[in-house]
């Protein structure tokens, strides 16, 4: 009986899933974004997040069991370089997964998963909104009212 044994086995066998799981973690923390199918990010995100944590504590106990799971220097530098100074304040939740849509060959679902701290362009939206000036309905029209004598002295001082 499988009770208890929820996580996703991918149809491969454990080696070969670790394996797998420690490459596309390794290639996440490079690239901070990569392109695969649903049911992998799934299983990548809940593999990944407790390595990433990690690297919160830049110690050599820590490092060693990183290394232990990852298998690459540069994959470890760069987690405990750049990414543990943009996740140091942030309680969890380092990567985001965004869906794509189906693949042509085999109809599988794809996305992306990057990591949170790293995609410029939602963060320069956030940025813009909140330094965008909210307005409602009732106000765009008393703004209407306001710029009309605006508008003709403005005309009357071309003439």
């Known amino acids: 009986m499988r009770h208890n044994k929820k996580f996703n086995h991918l149809s ?92 042509l060959g085999d109809n599988a679902k794809t996305c992306f998963i990057e990591l949170v701290d790293y995609n410029e362009a939602m963060l320069e939206a956030k940025k813009e909104g909140a330094a965008k000036k909210k307005t409602t309905r009732r106000s765009r029209r008393s703004t209407k009212k306001a710029d009309a004598p605006a508008v003709a002295e403005e005309v009357k001082t071309e003439e």
């Open 12 to 103: 491969r066998k454990k080696a070969h899933r670790d394996a797998m799981l420690s490459n596309m973690t390794t290639s996440l923390i490079l690239h901070k974004r990569i392109f695969t199918t649903l049911a992998k990010a799934k299983a990548l995100r809940v593999y990944a997040e407790p390595i990433i944590n990690r690297a919160k504590e830049d110690t050599t106990p820590s490092r060693r069991v990183v290394f232990s799971y990852l298998q690459s220097k540069e994959a470890v530098t760069e987690l405990f370089g750049n990414i543990a100074a943009k996740i140091a304040d942030r309680p969890g939740g380092y990567t985001r997964i965004l869906k794509l849509g189906n693949r």
